[in-house]
T-cell receptor, first 115, second 120 residues
Framework: ETGVTQTPRHLVMGMTNKKSLKCEQH?????MYWYKQSAKKPLELMFV???????ENNSVPSRFSPECPNSSHLFLHLHTLQPEDSALYLCASSHSGTGHRYEQYFGPGTRLTVT | AQKITQTQPGMFVQEKEAVTLDCTYD???????LFWYKQPSSGEMIFLIY??????QNATEGRYSLNFQKARKSANLVISASQLGDSAMYFCAMREGNNAGGTSYGKLTFGQGTILTVHP
């Protein structure tokens, strides 16, 4: 596989469920990102991992829990979500370190519906 | 705080014509990067073009070019010879450098997006 992959592509879950979103990048990058895209809103950055260390957490509720076991994989663990959490969740990766443009390459997203 | 503004919620263009999508930004950082992404209905964000704040020339990538006017803080995307497959949402984004533990990574701030529709 090439680029950035995300699974599942679609997910419907109840408010009491626990599920995980998976992201994998095959680009040799060492920074990974989670974004939330709600209807008619700009992309919202949720978390950033650089060299497997979480470097940014933008006031995201604790019902979202990220995990980055290595530079190629990123997870978003979900539990007791709310209907307003329904959105497209996008994963991205980029180089980190000086001298880079830092363009991010995105996966296809997971369309999450919370019922 | 940085801010990206895309004032055109929707744009229409005839196939084979050129179209300009507007983007203005606000930053006090002397070093920054500007990006354009395309998001088709499938949802994936596709990187199109990059302009660095110190770049002397306007960026070009195939049919995409960036009209970079630094003094006006604008970075408009020009798509030449529009194709039906260009119909999508287009986002302008700006990168600020961050340092955490001695490394840098690219935090992007996105605009609201412009929906482009190409008519046959």
């Amino acid at each position: 596989e090439t680029g950035v992959t995300q699974t599942p592509r679609h997910l419907v879950m109840g408010m009491t469920n626990k599920k995980s979103l998976k992201c994998e990048q095959h680009l040799g990058h060492n920074a990974m990102y989670w974004y939330k895209q709600s209807a008619k809103k700009p992309l919202e950055l949720m978390f950033v991992y650089s060299l497997e260390e979480r470097v940014e957490n933008n006031s995201v509720p604790s019902r979202f829990s990220p995990e980055c076991p290595n530079s190629s994989h990123l997870f978003l663990h979900l539990h007791t979500l709310q209907p307003e959490d329904s959105a497209l969740y996008l994963c991205a990766s980029s180089h980190s370190g000086t001298g880079h443009r830092y363009e991010q390459y995105f996966g296809p997203g997971t369309r999450l519906t919370v019922t | 705080a940085q801010k990206i503004t895309q004032t055109q919620p929707g744009m229409f263009v005839q196939e084979k014509e050129a179209v300009t999508l507007d983007c203005t930004y606000d930053t006090s950082d002397p070093s920054y990067g500007l990006f354009w992404y395309k998001q088709p209905s499938s949802g994936e964000m596709i990187f199109l073009i990059y302009q660095g704040s110190y770049d002397q020339q306007n960026a070009t990538e195939g049919r995409y070019s960036l009209n970079f006017q630094k003094a006006r803080k604008s970075a408009n995307l020009v798509i030449s010879a529009s194709q039906l497959g260009d119909s999508a949402m287009y986002f302008c984004a700006m990168r600020e450098g961050n340092n955490a533990g001695g490394t840098s990574y690219g935090k992007l701030t996105f605009g609201q997006g412009t929906i482009l529709t190409v008519h046959p």
